[in-house]
């Protein structure tokens, strides 16, 4: 039986605007629809939950949302699709046990159920449950308001920059409980942002978006390497995820050993994480230098043995863009053009990568 899926071809004009957007996205993990702002995420997202009417088709799964060359459009409060946007909206006149309920009781009817008591441990909102909205931060909020959503049961999850409206902090807070969520009911989740990071941390797979049109789709590794979506993605934070396994802690220096293509990788603050669990790492393009040889007497701790296989200089600047192969897994580097001339750097060429920092994120 073939994989359900999320299949649209969207139309919609606006003075100075307009949108054409077509894509089939995977019932499974989380697609992350990105680009810059004005690009038409927001519009994608309103026409995919009902907020909006446009021209074309939208079917999920086997139902059609929206068909305007038959006349069919399911309004918004019918749709089998959860909503989330960037501040949490509670009935304020309900506590949050009164939210939750709420939710439950409006649920899709004969869909797999997820236990009240799992969604609350895993969103970590058992001990607000007796207070009302108002009483609540902004990232509490935004955790009550995706324990119901999840709650009733949908089957498409819809965010729409969740964490924009919190501080640094709070959205450090939430990441990890989006995560365990995600993982844990298996929900299939669009998630619209303008954050690298937050892409980098929770997409399986991205829809880049340009001037109202989807620029190009994929698994989030191979986006977030592409040097041509630099442009929209941000050349400051370009970079690449690459998938690693933990390997063993250190506990004297607060620091774990991971692996990468059976090649170690040093990074800070994984002890709670057992051997063999899963992560993602992030590695900015501006934080990795080559040298030719390996390297002595350096405080940079990582050095990967890599293969260049593209280099791109800027045609109006005094750097160039490169891509590197440690194995099968993608790399970026970021350096001058007189570093790259200096050095002899060509496509085919082995160096070894410094790498300066590295984020990660636990249960990729």
């Known amino acids: 039986m073939p994989a359900e899926t999320l299949a649209f071809d969207l139309r919609l004009t606006r003075p100075g605007f307009a949108l054409a957007a077509r894509a089939e996205l995977p019932l499974a993990g989380v697609s992350v629809v990105f680009g810059p702002s004005g690009s038409g995420k927001t519009t994608l997202l309103r026409l995919i939950a009902g907020l909006e009417r446009g021209e ?25 699709v959860g909503l989330l946007f960037q501040e949490g909206r509670l009935f304020g006149h309900l506590s949050v046990a009164g939210n939750l309920a709420y939710a439950e009781r409006r649920a899709r009817p004969g869909a797999p159920a997820l236990p009240r008591t799992e969604v609350i441990e895993a969103l970590g909102v058992g001990g607000l449950l007796d207070r009302r909205p108002g009483a609540l931060s902004g990232g509490e909020r935004q955790r009550v308001a995706l324990a119901r959503a999840l709650l009733a049961r949908p089957r498409l999850l819809l965010l729409y920059e969740p964490l924009s409206a919190l501080d640094l902090k709070a959205r450090a807070a939430i990441l990890p409980y989006l995560e365990t969520v995600f993982v844990r ?33 994929g698994p989030a590794e191979t986006m977030l390497a592409r040097l041509d979506l630099d442009r929209l993605i941000g050349r400051f934070e370009a970079g690449a995820r690459v998938e690693a ?48 040889a390996p390297p002595q007497g350096l405080s940079i701790q990582n050095v990967l043995p890599v293969t260049i296989t593209e280099i791109v200089p800027e045609p109006d600047g005094h750097m160039a863009d490169l891509r590197l192969a440690l194995g099968t897994t993608g790399l970026r580097a970021r350096l001058t053009r007189k570093a790259v001339d200096t050095l002899g750097l060509a496509p085919g060429i082995a160096a070894y990568a410094l790498v300066k920092s590295v984020s990660f994120e636990p249960g990729g």
């Open 185 to 217: 009911t298996g929900l299939p989740v669009l998630h619209v942002t303008h954050s690298v990071d937050e892409a980098a941390r929770l997409a399986d797979r991205m829809v880049v978006m340009e001037a109202g049109r989807i620029a190009a789709t």
């Open 245 to 292: 396994r933990v390997r063993a802690h250190d506990p004297a220096y607060g620091l774990t050993i991971c692996e990468v293509e059976g090649v170690p990788l040093t990074v800070p603050g994984l002890a709670g994480l057992p051997a063999g669990a899963r992560v993602r790492l992030r590695i900015r393009a501006r934080d990795v230098a080559l040298a030719l």
């Open 56 to 80: 074309g088709r939208i079917a999920l799964g086997g139902e059609v949302l929206a068909d305007s060359s038959a006349g069919a459009f399911v309004p918004a409060h019918r749709r089998s």
